[in-house]
């Protein structure tokens, strides 16, 4: 359906086509016919295999004609052999291979191979990463191939560290890459997790990576400053992890509350009272939010009742290496913990401002780029991100001049609005 | 330095005036020739085709048009005993034809018609032990099923009949670093399975688990010069995506980000004012008497180098003039598909010649309204 075009011509040359494809559906209707009926019948033979491949290789979107061979295949399967099945399934590859050389983006394809391998006794898995690679060198967005080479680098144990050497070779030799740069984005924070527990911001990643990350933006960005896949991935790493932003002790009510930037899995939440972990049961404002912006527990009774005690909470958050310590003094009934930098940062702009110096870096590299492209908009984004998250106040003029050159994008009027709110 | 941006030119003489009665002429013959070689090969997918013929009449005023009792007959002839509905009879059935016949019912108000608690079972079995959805029995799984899920039984009223906390977090579990959504976990951003994610976020009321202003950026940038929108960076324009990335951006309430003039215009340029109907984009014309000269020119001079007699030559002219200037434009070819999005964009772009149309489940807003259907969106 998409990308098909309509030649005038003459009315010979027009004859002749209608012909031609007269010709094309009457042998298309009968094939069809004679495998539906075949399968009505319930038989499952070679005979039925060879039928729908002649279908198969150039309608590989008839997806009962998949499922039929599946059937047929399967039972196939109960009169052979172990190393017959293993050839039967590897000539089924082959003929997959031939369909995806026609058509390269069919779900039903792709999808059947799959399955091909959860029947071959013994799947081939670097064969079929080499199948990704040539697929992937002519087209390096198809999805399919890119979904099916997760599966293959799962099954087979490929490391992340491989798979990051691909996108790099990759992301260094295509224009269109964005593919390349998601699959990265999916990639590092398997790789180089925030080391625990220091962090009170967690990056998605550690900071030695993350200045490699921004070297390999700016190298992408600088080489070609419409390399928009560059600028999506630049804003990731600047971007911010979800995080603890509250953590609320109550003596009276024996409780603690924690509350996130944005709703989150209690999976890893964990309590330390006085250097001793808790066993605590985290609820939900609602019974069955599994999500939430907000963790309530009860603390064990009488562990925090006495006033003249002081103690020590540490809210511990594992699925992101970061925590959060709150302390209730003596003579407190109740204590509130949060960075006094907090509330501006979530207010201010979705940049995390805890490595300014390394942001500083980065405003001047953008801007240097800036001197060059002065109408690059996803530049001049980009510093306007990082100005709002250094300095808004000082940045203001500059601020405002930037979204003047931005003009018509609506999105870029809403940005400016809303920062301007927070002028005032 | 700098990297064409891959777009399209509209031409100055592309259609720029919406010609509804060409569409509803257009849809109301389609699948009357069924010899037709299109209309054959694409039988695939014959539920959703005539969902989407259906839904375009509707939209347009004209649903009276289509016949409506072969097609309800045709649809009790497609549910098979384990109650999913196939695309066309004899063909296996799966989600998608599920969702696209019980639309067709709903639209009809005929859903009884059918055995709806079998539909109901048949969608329940294909949840996965990590919430996903199956889209039937041998196992694909993919975001567009967990939509094809929640809307059906939506549309059903049966949503509880499904482990729903699973299914939120099998979804979110594919949401990316753009903020938006592919089809599994690690799958690069699509609009549409953004739309499929949307809608189901929307129809579960998790629309609060998006971040709103980080994906309506990611789709406010698919609007190329054309005013066209691509589907993910670096791609062509489409007018399905006029449907999937508008859709979604009103579902996440950021559809003011868009340019909706040159959005319209870049849709109506995908009209085809002979035939009617919406193709993918808009008809390329090619300066006919200007390529037309160069060939000529080209033959004289090769027919001088060669010398032959004059009245060969004559001749030979005469069959080049017939071989070359017919060949006057190229056009895109039409279709239902992109005939239903590009009627459902313009109407969400506010179009008053045409219905309303529903942004989560691609349906006039006046059969949600019927069913008691109001699925959130954000503002």
Known sequence: MHGRVKVKSTAQQEEEKRKEREK??????????????????????????????????????????????????LQLETSREKDEVQKLYESELHFIEACLKVNPKSYGCWHHRSWVNTRLPQPDWTRELGLCDRCLSLDERNFHCWDYRRVVVKESGVSVEQELQFTDRLIGSNFSNYSSWHYRSTLLPQLHPQPAPDSIHSHRVCEEQLLKEYELAHNAFFTDPNDQSAWFYYRWLLGREEMISCVYVSRERERVSVAF?????????????????????????????????????????????DISNEHN??????????????????????????????????????????KSSVLQAELQSCNQLLELEPQNKWCLLTIILLMRALDPLGHEKETLAHFQTLKVRKYYHYLNERYSGSRK | MGTQVKDVVIKPEAPNT???????????????????????????????????????????????????????EFIKSCQHDCGGISASTGHDPHLLYTLSAVQILSLYDSINVIDVDKVVDYVKGLQQEDGSFAGDKWGEIDTRFSFCAVATLALLGKLDVINMDKAVG?????????????????????????????GFLSITGQLHKVNADLLGWWLCERQLPSGGLNGRP???????????????????????????????????????????????????????????????????????????????????????????????????QVDPFHTLFGVAGLSLLGDEQIKPVNPVFCMPEDVLQRIGLQPDLLN
């Open chain 1, 24 to 73: 094309k559906l009457k042998a298309f209707v009968s094939a069809r016919d004679a495998v539906l009926r075949k399968r009505s019948a319930g038989e499952h033979d070679e005979e039925a295999l060879q039928l729908t491949q002649q279908l198969l290789s150039s309608n590989p979107d008839f997806a009962t004609l998949w499922n039929y061979r599946r059937e047929v295949l």
């Open chain 1, 261 to 305: 930037s944005k709703p989150v899995h209690s999976e890893g939440l964990m309590l330390v009272l006085d250097g001793q972990p808790q066993q605590v049961e985290w609820r939900s404002t609602h019974p069955r939010l599994r999500h939430s912006p907000v963790w309530l527990c009860d603390l064990p009774p009488g562990s925090v009742s």
């Open chain 1, 313 to 354: 909470l540490t809210v511990h958050w594992t699925e992101k290496y970061t925590h959060r310590d709150c302390a209730l003094y003596t003579g407190c009934a109740e204590s509130w913990c949060r960075d006094s930098a907090t509330d501006q940062e979530l207010f201010r702009s979705e940049l995390s401002v805890e």
């Open chain 2, 18 to 72: 919406l010609l509804l009665d060409k569409h509803a002429d257009y849809i109301a013959a389609y699948g009357s020739k069924k010899d037709d070689y299109e209309y054959t090969l694409s039988e695939y997918l014959r539920m959703s085709g005539i969902y989407w013929g259906l839904t375009v009449m509707d939209l347009m005023g004209q649903l009276s048009r289509m016949n409506r009792e072969e097609i309800i």
């Open chain 2, 170 to 198: 099998f979804v979110l579990s594919c949401m990316n670093f753009d903020g938006g959504f592919g089809c599994r976990p690690g799958s690069e951003s699509h609009a549409g399975q953004i739309y499929c994610c949307t």
């Open chain 2, 234 to 332: 670096e791609k062509l324009p489409d007018v399905c995506y006029s449907w999937w990335v508008l859709a979604s951006l009103k579902i996440i309430g950021r559809i003011h980000w868009i340019d909706k003039a040159k959005l319209r215009s870049f849709i109506l340029a995908c009209q085809d004012e002979e035939t009617g109907g919406f193709a993918d984009r808009p008809g390329d014309m090619v300066s006919s008497l200007w390529n037309c000269h160069i060939q000529f020119c080209i033959c004289i001079y090769i027919l001088h180098v060669i010398s032959l007699g004059l009245a060969i030559l004559y001749t030979e002219l005469i069959i080049l003039c017939g071989t070359f200037l017919p060949v006057l434009y190229i056009s895109i």
